[in-house]
């Protein structure tokens, strides 16, 4: 909760308690509390007012007229405590339970980068002329897809706006948010606070200096997910040079926003027959691993200027790696068996669904959450058997109390059940994502490991991986 809410609740309580301290005590705190509840109340009401606070609110109005009457009226009585002791339980209960709907559904508070690089961030809407649109019967659709790029960059001055969180403005934030809640089966304001959350970037700031090229990371969201979706870790990979690009991919991602104004909604569904739900998820794969490459090509075109940008001939080209999440971790995989311009992968709990897995020359970094019986039993078998398809040493980690999410900035913003988010705390499950990466990463496109008792060595990359959970190297097969 942010101080004005804290001051809310305190003012409530406060409201609610008066009538049970002492009487020296009782006068000054019934005339205080009103006020410490009015002034964060009226600061709220202008600033935009969390539904959590609503029962705070609740709870603080129905026991400002018992507290206050005694004081108003001479010959005013105090309710017996035997009938003011139920409503003091209901009215701090309803405070009680705002407050911890605010903790369990807050706004999202991103960690602070730690890379010496500040962060700045910009979006291209991007259409393949090449490509038909599959998802519409209109035959001079092509297909389009929405890149958000984070990339080192200078400091911004003192004051500089920060990037909202889920789109451009603030209202695409909404809209994105409003179908993200729907894509997951919520009602819309559980998931009212990720508008109002602002992240490290500004956008369109100036990219660092000193002329340095930055490898590239590009980035599939789930299924259904959207470009930043991992905000939390892009932002902490362009503080240590690199840049990464999130993609929507319309009629998949929840909701995409394009520059003209339309939105376009999600069009996959899931039908319950498994056989039927593979052949779609593999038809979703090829398409997502199509838009990755298609983007690693305009790359280079917009390092050349032929797209304006921050990033101009600031685009390591050459080292670029295909990264994803879920649907997007096995569209990362597909992509660099396809497209040998890709120099690595990185798969975030990702099931493969490449219908015809062949080698591939590329190192992969697989971060998965704990194998347990309720995961699907297919899922390790085949990510084992794809990443011994790659003729570079690979790496598959396990990160202990994970979830399926604690590889994105859902624990930034959902209730903590281990089920769910996972056992770690709100922002250790982003930490680790990146620093694993950053380890993977630096090893593989700028060749020398980072981490934890890498020394420089060979064994670098496998000896800092391990610190993070449990490690399964897979030799260069040599197919």
């Given at each position: 909760?942010?101080?004005?809410?804290?001051?809310?609740?305190?003012?409530?309580?406060?409201?609610?308690?008066?009538?049970?301290?002492p009487?020296?005590?009782?006068?000054?705190?019934?005339?205080?509390?009103?006020?410490?509840?009015?002034?964060?109340?009226?600061?709220?009401?202008?600033?935009?007012?969390?539904?959590?606070?609503?029962?705070?609110?609740?709870?603080?109005?129905?026991?400002?007229?018992?507290?206050?009457?005694?004081?108003?009226?001479?010959?005013?009585?105090?309710?017996p405590?035997?009938?003011?002791?139920?409503?003091?339980?209901?009215?701090?209960?309803?405070?009680?339970?705002?407050?911890?709907?605010?903790?369990?559904?807050?706004?999202?508070?991103?960690?602070?980068?730690?890379?010496?690089?500040?962060?700045?961030?910009?979006?291209?809407?991007?259409?393949?002329?090449?490509?038909?649109?599959?998802?519409?019967?209109?035959?001079?659709?092509?297909?389009?897809?929405?890149?958000?790029?984070?990339?080192?960059?200078?400091?911004?001055?003192?004051?500089?706006r920060?990037?909202?969180?889920?789109?451009?403005?603030?209202?695409?934030?909404?809209?994105?948010?409003?179908?993200?809640?729907?894509?997951?089966?919520l009602?819309?304001?559980?998931?009212?606070?990720?508008?109002?959350?602002?992240?490290?970037?500004?956008?369109?700031?100036?990219?660092?200096?000193?002329?340095?090229?930055?490898?590239?990371?590009?980035?599939?969201?789930?299924?259904?997910?959207?470009?930043?979706?991992?905000?939390?870790?892009?932002?902490?990979?362009?503080?240590?040079?690199?840049?990464?690009?999130?993609?929507?991919?319309?009629?998949?991602?929840?909701?995409?926003?394009?520059?003209?104004?339309?939105?376009?909604?999600?069009?996959?569904?899931?039908?319950?027959?498994?056989?039927?739900?593979?052949?779609?998820?593999?038809?979703?794969?090829?398409?997502?691993?199509?838009?990755?490459?298609?983007?690693?090509?305009?790359?280079?075109?917009?390092?050349?200027?032929?797209?304006?940008?921050?990033?101009?001939?600031?685009?390591?080209?050459?080292?670029?790696?295909?990264?994803?999440?879920?649907?997007?971790?096995?569209?990362a995989?597909?992509?660099?068996?396809?497209?040998?311009?890709?120099?690595?992968?990185?798969?975030?709990?990702?099931?493969?669904?490449?219908?015809?897995?062949q080698?591939?020359?590329?190192?992969v970094?697989?971060?998965?959450?704990?194998?347990?019986?309720?995961?699907?039993?297919?899922?390790?078998p085949?990510?084992?058997?794809?990443?011994?398809?790659?003729?570079?040493?690979?790496?598959?980690?396990?990160?202990?109390?994970?979830?399926?999410?604690?590889?994105?900035?859902?624990?930034?913003?959902?209730?903590?059940?281990?089920?769910?988010?996972?056992?770690?705390?709100?922002?250790?499950?982003?930490?680790?994502?990146?620093?694993?990466?950053?380890?993977?990463?630096?090893?593989?496109?700028?060749?020398?490991?980072?981490?934890?008792?890498?020394?420089?060595?060979?064994?670098?990359?496998?000896?800092?991986?391990a610190?993070?959970?449990?490690l399964?190297?897979?030799?260069?097969?040599?197919?």
């Amino acid at each position: 909760m942010n101080p004005w809410e804290w001051l809310l609740v305190f003012g409530a309580v406060a409201l609610v308690l008066a009538r049970w301290l002492p009487p020296r005590a009782r006068r000054t705190v019934t005339l205080g509390a009103p006020a410490v509840v009015a002034v964060p109340g009226a600061v709220l009401g202008v600033l935009g007012m969390r539904w959590q606070m609503v029962p705070v609110l609740a709870g603080a109005a129905a026991a400002l007229p018992f507290a206050l009457a005694p004081l108003l009226r001479r010959r005013a009585r105090r309710a017996p405590w035997w009938l003011a002791l139920p409503g003091s339980v209901v009215c701090l209960a309803l405070i009680a339970a705002g407050s911890g709907a605010a903790w369990a559904l807050p706004t999202p508070v991103f960690p602070e980068p730690t890379g010496r690089f500040a962060v700045g961030t910009s979006v291209l809407e991007l259409t393949d002329p090449e490509r038909p649109e599959t998802a519409t019967a209109a035959p001079e659709d092509r297909r389009t897809v929405v890149a958000q790029f984070w990339y080192p960059a200078r400091q911004s001055p003192a004051g500089s706006r920060r990037a909202p969180y889920l789109g451009r403005t603030e209202q695409e934030a909404r809209v994105v948010s409003g179908a993200l809640a729907e894509y997951s089966g919520l009602p819309g304001m559980l998931l009212d606070g990720l508008p109002r959350a602002r992240t490290h970037a500004v956008y369109d700031a100036p990219a660092a200096g000193g002329g340095e090229r930055f490898p590239v990371v590009l980035f599939s969201p789930g299924l259904g997910g959207v470009r930043t979706q991992n905000t939390a870790w892009a932002e902490e990979l362009a503080s240590h040079g690199y840049v990464v690009v999130g993609l929507d991919h319309p009629y998949d991602s929840a909701a995409v926003v394009l520059a003209d104004g339309r939105t376009v909604r999600t069009e996959v569904s899931a039908t319950g027959d498994d056989a039927e739900d593979e052949r779609r998820a593999a038809r979703w794969t090829a398409v997502r691993a199509a838009d990755l490459s298609f983007v690693r090509a305009r790359l280079e075109r917009a390092d050349g200027g032929a797209v304006p940008g921050p990033l101009a001939g600031r685009l390591d080209t050459g080292r670029v790696a295909a990264a994803g999440h879920s649907l997007g971790g096995g569209a990362a995989l597909q992509a660099a068996r396809q497209d040998p311009g890709f120099a690595a992968v990185i798969d975030l709990d990702g099931f493969p669904h490449d219908p015809d897995p062949q080698p591939f020359p590329q190192p992969v970094l697989a971060l998965t959450q704990a194998i347990g019986p309720d995961t699907d039993p297919d899922y390790l078998p085949h990510l084992t058997r794809v990443l011994g398809l790659s003729r570079a040493t690979s790496y598959r980690l396990t990160v202990p109390g994970a979830a399926h999410l604690t590889f994105t900035d859902a624990p930034l913003y959902l209730p903590p059940l281990p089920s769910l988010v996972g056992s770690p705390d709100r922002t250790k499950g982003s930490r680790i994502t990146a620093a694993a990466s950053l380890v993977f990463l630096d090893g593989t496109l700028r060749n020398h490991p980072a981490g934890p008792g890498s020394q420089g060595s060979p064994a670098g990359p496998a000896t800092a991986l391990a610190a993070y959970g449990t490690l399964v190297v897979h030799p260069k097969s040599g197919v």
